[in-house]
């Protein structure tokens, strides 16, 4: 616990002593209900939070989202047995123990199961300072180490019946009926400690504080002595005057008040000035005790204190809690649900003002509403009561009312009377919302809907009366309240915005209203005066306007951080100078510190309806009421925020594809249980592709108002911000999570918005689907290395061509160039040999013209004629190549006669063909055989 909160608790102790028990501080919430019956005998928390409690013949465990019967884990280890189960303790080192009919059971947090670790049947128990459990069995005390999980025992007297053992300070102690021995566990012996004579005070638990032990009897109080065993003193336990209750368990809290459990509530006692008090069950309080008959108390290891009653309900108090009480209409209780009105009265109980139900009266040290009695002959007092105002002089309450005028109630003689104000018009009795008594003894009402204010001069009639403006006209205001300020002025809130007037002229002397603002803006319907001179005005549409002591006047609305639009009731904490204002959208606080506007954490929202217009008071003791269409909300803010459990998250559930997850399933992803894997890295969760939607459950260690208790939470692996948490949600849901590893991460905030220190983790590995396993991509690898090789190989196939390609065309290029060069030499040269041919073949017919015709050199010479003109043809040939090559010349096809042209050109060979006696014959036939011929003359010449 923070040392500055044991300060607190201490400093208010001391207050405490002089002013008695304060019982407004012990407040119960109660946790969800089961369908357990019997009494509830004993509670544990566990290390990581959960709330586990017995009955005779049930074992249950509250998680904080819901309950759980947990017999079938016990019964399962002998499942032919019957079992009978006892006390539920915790160690110093998170150990959770359970005493039952077949031995001592300690539970496995990863397997979420209980095993015997010493057997036999175990009547009580308890653990020590030392850290050992304890334990009464049939005819013997066993003592069991949890380190080195060794037992040690040794028998009790046969001839005696021992009921409990009990730890206190560095002691052990055994009772038998109302006498204790003390337990020497190394010598193995019993030392009668003390002895309370009577036979029917069985000692039922024992505590240690400040050098003396408390013995709590069964129906014989509580006996104080020494560390000697010397009686000291003997405290009776006296419950609505019954001094023989039945008792059961003893708690001592942090402020030094001692709590007993008894069967008729439960019983304080303060040992500091010897005070005691009574709690009991309360059907108005909805945080009093839910069972008069209170079997066990826990001391929470965090914070607080637990109990358990009869019908199986438990409940959790804590001393750090706010002061919020809420009423709603009840038999014996608030008898009307529309509260319009609040008064404090001398006696500092409240009377409350109701649309319909007339007066409540609410007696505050008894706690009791009642009806105010009417004493014989007086008037009943109106139903519609619009305003309550107490006169501390004549110790009178001043009501108005719907259609009732205005009355008072004397509270000593208990007497109603009315002022019988009625409208001059119809003589009706007024409707009146507000009312003032000035100094001069004139009334002042109001009516919004009403075009005029009533006025009553003493002893005179109702008049009606207008306001005047600068010029002396007549104003038609809607005036909601009114009241007179310090300069005896009159102030008006109205729908037309704030008004200042002098009360004898009725002129006005100041108005205040927003220019070029939206009519909701100056539509007044609330205010409060503050400790230092401002005044804020509450709207109907448009937040709340603030009339400074400069005399400016600004309005605060959304964009000032006050999301609120109609504000019902406004009034000051005059310790803090913050301000409460009861609104449309709930209850905020303007923090005068930080100038912000601040949602309460603690209301609960539309817990009371809606807020009514009016309805706020502040009594003497500082506390606040708003008063709702349903009841009304009571709170002391100087007990607000003073939580300072930093709460730790645990898991509780852990569901894939929508279906809960357990380690005990054959085929489940968890193989411990869900609560014992937070921060464990090594029991990593793994998941298969197709296991990748998952919802995580988990809850909170703080039970003080659990219900507003916040989560932050983030996933590493999708994002680095966290998230809030709605309202009671205590499960997030992660659909469709790629493959890889994740880290959730999640902390916790108390009822009053402390954050916890403590991040809870939970590691998942989700395994990618098939297609994306690292197999699958040494698939996909290899592929791609096969698509890169023959690309590359393609590319390289196809620049190796295209430099072949090149090649080709240089080579081809060269060719070109090289039959271009030859054409060109041949052309050349055959333009050189035609030239001197031409010449020699001139000459030559000359020289033929000169020999006679019978000459046989005119053979020769036609000879060398025909052969000088066969190389002319073959030269022109040549110049035609370029001709045949760019294909221009076309196949001319015509007739002749073969067999002469064969003759010509065999003739160019006949002078040889003679020389060697080769004699040709031309046949005359159409079958011509020439390529024998040829080749016959071509190989022999």
């Known amino acids: 616990m923070n040392k500055y909160s044991l300060i607190i608790c201490f400093v208010f102790f001391l207050g405490q002593c002089v002013l008695g028990i304060d019982l407004s501080r012990y407040r119960f919430h109660l946790m969800p209900e089961t369908s357990y019956y019997g009494g509830i005998q004993s509670i544990a928390k566990d290390s990581l939070g959960r709330i586990w409690y017995t009955g005779p013949d049930a074992l249950f465990m509250y998680d904080g989202n819901s309950f759980y019967q947990l017999n079938d884990i016990v019964s399962s280890i002998k499942p032919a047995q019957k079992w009978g189960y006892g006390s539920l303790i915790r160690d110093k080192n998170g150990n959770l123990f359970l005493a039952s009919g077949q031995g001592l059971l ?3 947090y990863e397997r979420f199961s209980f095993h015997v670790v010493v057997p036999g049947m175990i009547r009580s128990l308890c653990v020590h300072s030392d850290g050992q459990v304890y334990m009464l069995s049939n005819n013997s005390i066993l003592r069991y180490n949890p380190q080195n999980k060794q037992t040690e025992s040794f028998l009790l007297p046969k001839n005696k019946s021992f009921q409990n053992i009990l730890s206190a300070k560095d002691q052990v102690f055994l009772s038998q009926g109302a006498v ?28 240690a504080y400040r050098g003396v032990y408390y013995f709590l009897t069964q129906r014989g109080g509580i006996h104080v002595t020494d560390l000697t065993g010397t009686l000291k003193q003997k405290i009776p336990v006296s419950v609505m005057g019954n001094s023989s209750v039945l008792t059961k368990k003893l708690y001592l809290d942090q402020t030094g008040v001692i709590w007993v459990a008894t069967q008729a509530g439960l019983y304080l006692y303060d040992p500091s000035n010897e005070s005691s008090s009574t709690l009991q069950m309360n059907l108005n309080d909805a945080y009093s005790l839910p069972n008069n ?41 608030l008898n009307h649900p529309i509260v319009s009105s609040f008064q404090e009265d001398h006696l500092e109980n409240i009377w409350i003002g109701t649309e319909g139900g007339s007066l409540n009266y609410w007696n505050r040290n008894r706690d009791q509403f009642n009806p105010p009695e009417n004493s014989q002959g007086s008037s009943s007092s109106p139903h519609m009561i619009k305003r309550l105002k107490f006169d501390r002089m004549s110790k009178k309450l001043l009501i108005s009312a719907y259609n009732g005028g205005i009355g008072s109630y004397d509270v000593d003689n208990q007497h109603f009377s009315s002022f019988n104000f009625r409208s001059p018009e119809s003589q009706q009795p007024l409707t009146v919302y507000d ?31 207008s306001i005047l403006d ?12 009114l009241y007179v300020n310090n300069q005896d002025q009159l102030c008006l809130i109205s729908h037309q915005g704030f008004f200042v007037v002098n009360p004898h002229t009725l002129k006005i002397l100041k108005h205040y209203v927003l220019k070029d603002a939206s009519y909701s803006a100056n539509y007044l319907c609330s205010y409060t005066v503050t400790s230092n001179g401002e005044v804020w005005l509450g709207t109907l549409g448009k937040g709340v306007n603030v009339l400074k002591r400069d005399g400016t006047y600004v309005n605060y609305s959304v964009r000032n951080g006050f999301p609120a639009k109609m504000v019902f009731g406004i009034l000051e904490d005059v310790a803090t100078k913050n301000i409460w204002l009861s609104t449309s959208d709930g209850l905020f606080c303007f923090n005068w510190k930080s100038s912000k506007f601040e949602k309460a954490r603690f209301y609960q929202e539309n817990n009371i309806g809606s807020f009514y217009i009016h309805a706020a008071y502040k009594t003497s003791r500082g506390e606040m009421l708003f008063g709702g ?26 569901l894939v594809n929508n279906k809960l997850v357990k380690p005990a399933d054959g085929s489940s992803v968890l193989t411990k249980d869900i609560g014992s894997l937070s921060n464990r890295k090594e029991d990593k969760i793994r998941l298969s592709s197709s296991q990748s939607n998952v919802e995580i459950k988990f809850s909170a260690n703080s039970y003080l108002s659990a219900e507003k208790n916040q989560f932050a939470y983030r996933m590493l692996g999708l994002g680095e911000d966290w998230q809030i948490s709605h309202a009671n949600q205590k499960s997030v849901q992660f659909l469709n999570l790629p493959g890889g590893d994740y880290t959730f991460e999640i902390k916790a905030s108390n009822n009053d918005g402390l954050w916890g220190d403590q991040i809870s983790r939970l590691y998942i590995h989700v395994d990618p689907p098939f297609f994306l396993s690292w197999w699958a991509y040494c698939c996909y690898a290899a592929l791609f290395s096969a698509l890169l090789f023959f690309i590359m190989r393609y590319y390289s196939n196809k620049r190796v061509f295209k430099e072949r390609l090149a090649l080709e065309r240089l080579k081809e290029q060269n060719m070109q160039e090289l039959n271009q060069a030859r054409t060109d030499f041949f052309t050349n040269i055959s333009h050189d040999l035609k030239t001197p041919l031409t010449l020699v073949l001139q000459p030559l017919k000359q020289l033929k013209d000169t020999i006679v015709s019978n000459d046989t050199a005119l053979v020769y010479m036609d000879l060398i004629e025909k052969n000088v003109s066969r190389i002319q043809r073959m030269i022109s040939q040549l110049l035609r190549f370029r001709e045949i090559e760019s294909q221009k010349i076309t196949l001319n096809p015509q007739v002749g006669d073969f067999i002469n042209f064969v003759r010509d050109i065999f003739g160019l060979f006949e002078l040889y063909t003679n020389k060697k006696g080769v004699e040709p014959i031309f046949p005359h036939t159409r079958t011509i055989y020439m390529l024998p011929l040829i080749t016959m003359l071509s190989k022999k010449y």
């Open 293 to 333: 008959s209170i079997w066990t108390i826990y001391p929470d290891p965090d914070q607080g204190a637990w109990i358990g009653t009869y019908g199986g309900k438990i409940a959790y108090c804590s001393l750090y809690d706010s002061r919020v009480r809420y009423f709603k209409p009840s038999p014996g209780g």
């Open 629 to 654: 269409t349903n009841g009304f909300l009571l709170f002391d803010p100087a007990y607000l925020n003073k939580n300072l459990q930093k709460p730790k998250v645990f898991f509780t559930g852990f």
């Open 470 to 481: 600068a010029q002396g006209k007549k104003l038609n205001l809607e005036v909601e309240a």
């Open 180 to 207: 204790v021995y003390q337990v020497e566990m190394a010598k193995k012996r019993l030392i009668q400690f003390a002895d309370f004579g009577s036979t029917t005070d069985q000692v039922n638990d024992a505590i």
């Open 435 to 465: 009312f003032v008594n000035d100094k001069e003894g004139t009334w002042w009402m109001t009516d919004p809907d009403k075009s005029f204010l009533y006025r009553k001069k003493p002893l005179g009639p109702i008049e009606m009366v």
């Open 106 to 108: 300690k539970f496995d």
